[in-house]
Nanobody
């Protein structure tokens, strides 16, 4: 079984910073893309950023310049460094990983973590 566990959320004042972590564990061959999404109450889940296994990154427009995604392939862990936080960044942040379970198959499955709450006060 594959498990993703997020950590690092919390309460922070506007303008502050937080660093989220997402660790993947279990039995699998490799991880392709890892991503961070967020979902605020009453809103749809939205993409924040993704990082591929080669380190290439992609960001939603609103987060570019404020958030930085990275990963440690040796530890199967992704990070999201968030700075200049705004109240509108308040949401549950969820980690995703496109995982290749077996070396004999190129098929990947997307797994999700349970999420970590980020609350930004004004």
């Amino acid at each position: 079984q594959v498990q993703l566990v997020e950590s690092g959320g919390g309460l922070v004042q506007a303008g502050g910073s937080l660093r989220l972590s997402c660790a993947a564990s279990g039995s699998f061959f490799s991880i392709n893309v890892m991503g961070w999404y967020r979902q605020a109450p009453g809103k749809q889940r939205e993409l924040v950023a993704t990082v591929a296994s080669d380190g290439s990154t992609d960001y939603a427009a609103a987060e570019k310049g404020r958030f930085t995604i990275s990963r440690d392939n040796a530890k199967n862990t992704a990070f999201l460094q968030m700075s200049s936080l705004k109240p509108e960044d308040t949401a549950v942040y969820l980690c995703s990983a496109d995982i290749r379970r077996y070396a004999t198959s190129i098929t990947t499955l997307r797994f999700w973590g349970q999420g970590t709450q980020v609350t930004v006060s004004s």
